[in-house]
Nanobody, 126 residues
Framework: VQLQASGGGLVQAGGSLRLSCAAS?????????VGWFRQAPGKERDFVGA????????TVADSVKGRFTISKDNAKNTVYLQMNSLKPEDTAVYYC???????????????????WGQGTQVTVSS
């Protein structure tokens, strides 16, 4: 599956953005897990959150809990990352990724995701 991430931009601290991750070439299956990761300059790629396509199980990292939520639109074959109360430290390139698994457990390990989108820049000004 090919992934296209979009929705990044420049926003002031306290503002909101919604990122989208659209699948093309094929559709998400019941075994798909879609994850969001972010990478700031000079830092490692960090797990932000993920959602299972079947059943809508989601989880987000502690660093964004209460501010970020993940949802999906089955008809549009798209996963969203709603980011509220943005902080300057949220500045990063955000990537969506997908993996197939029969496990219901959310996986936060980036290397286990096999399909990656191109990334979208999020910049939060103070």
């Amino acid at each position: 599956v090919q992934l296209q991430a979009s929705g990044g931009g420049l926003v002031q601290a306290g503002g909101s953005l919604r990122l989208s991750c659209a699948a093309s070439g094929s559709t998400f299956s019941i075994y798909t897990m879609v994850g969001w990761f972010r990478q700031a300059p000079g830092k490692e790629r960090d797990f932000v959150g993920a959602i299972r396509w079947s059943g809508s199980t989601t989880t987000v990292a502690d660093s964004v809990k209460g501010r970020f939520t993940i949802s999906k639109d089955n008809a549009k074959n798209t996963v969203y990352l709603q980011m509220n109360s943005l902080k300057p430290e949220d500045t990063a390139v955000y990537y969506c990724a997908a993996r197939s698994t029969i496990s219901t457990a959310i996986v936060a390990s980036a290397p286990t995701y096999t399909s990656w989108g191109q990334g979208t820049q999020v910049t939060v000004s103070s």
